[in-house]
């Protein structure tokens, strides 16, 4: 019997239901696996701070490693009062017997580099710990300045050390501006007020200044904080202080560093202690999250290749 145009309708809309049914099913019983898997991933990241928590009130001895990346800049990457609270708290602990300072920084502010040198200064005697630098890729200009108070600063032949120097940039657009038609109005209370603008000429009692009073002066004061925290193990390089970067295996002839190594070595055959504590910037709740994820696919992924391994070798 042939069917009406009304009854086809019928069908496909019918269809057209189950299909949107079965799509809503799926999103619901997804969502649900979602929020269960990462109600476990947490889970697992709570269950690590309890065991962090347990490790810091133990008896034994253990070595706190501070971890420090990135930019150093206030609000940044490596912010002084952060760094500072990360290295009273390694110096604090009761059963920690040294200190290894984990950094990898191409540099940046010369004060919040100066606060964090003055504070392990301060840590050192008032807790009468030993502190040892570990250099990842690179350790220059303000990084360099505060690796140089440890009593030992060990990198990898690849790492790149150094950069013993201050640097001022800017850029100049006045040729630019003068080819466009365009006019500078600068309006400014105090004579040398513009005195770093981009689109003013420069002026030579301006530049002297700078060079003299800033960039002059912030250098020897680098200068004369290596020279403390190194001494004499510094070789007698004429440009060691010139801004030059080195190699790991070069910074070792130089006096830069005391040898090539990894904190995992230096905790082990140096310090003589093979347990260490990790102390890092605090993250945020996603950052943990997601840490926590894959560090329980790491943990799921082993424990099954563990159990596979153990089955196998019954077999």
């Not at 040198?117 to 303000?142: L, N």
Request: some cysteine; proline content about 1%; hydrophobic content about 40%.
């Amino acid at each position: 019997m042939k069917r009406t145009t009304d009854e086809q309708l019928a069908d496909i809309a019918q269809e057209f239901v189950r299909q949107n049914k079965s799509k809503r099913r799926w999103r619901i019983m997804f969502g649900v696996l979602f929020v269960g898997y990462f109600s476990f991933m947490s889970y697992i990241g709570v269950s690590e701070s309890d065991i962090l928590e347990t490790a810091l009130k133990k008896e034994s001895a253990f070595v706190a490693e501070v971890v420090l990346h990135g930019t150093i800049q206030s609000s940044g990457s490596i912010d002084a009062d952060e760094a500072i609270k990360l290295l009273r708290s390694a110096f604090e602990s009761e059963n920690a017997k040294a200190v290894i300072l984990r950094i990898n920084s191409p540099g940046g502010s010369p004060v919040q580099s100066s606060r964090i040198y003055k504070a392990i200064v301060r840590f050192k005697k008032q807790f009468d710990k030993k502190i040892y630098v570990v250099v990842e890729d690179i350790c220059a200009s303000g990084c360099y300045y505060i690796a140089s108070v440890a009593d030992e600063i060990y990198a990898d032949e690849s790492s790149i050390i150094g950069g013993i120097g201050v640097a001022m940039s800017s850029f100049g657009a006045v040729g630019a501006l003068k080819k466009l038609g365009i006019k500078r109005r600068l309006y400014v209370a105090g004579k040398y007020k513009g005195l770093l603008d981009s689109f003013s000429p420069e002026n030579e009692k301006i530049l002297m200044h700078i060079q003299t009073n800033i960039l002059d002066k912030s250098h020897q004061n680098f200068i004369n904080a290596v020279k403390a925290g190194r001494g004499d193990r510094l070789s007698k390089h004429k440009d060691l202080f010139t801004g030059l970067i080195w190699l790991g295996q070069d910074a070792k002839k130089l006096g830069l560093i005391d040898g090539i190594a990894d904190a995992s070595y230096i905790a082990k055959h140096i310090i003589g202690i093979n347990s260490r504590i990790l102390f890092e910037k605090e993250k945020t709740l996603l950052e943990q999250l997601t840490e926590a994820s894959a560090k329980g696919v790491a943990l799921v992924i082993n424990n099954k290749l563990t159990t596979q391994d153990f089955i196998g070798s019954l077999q």
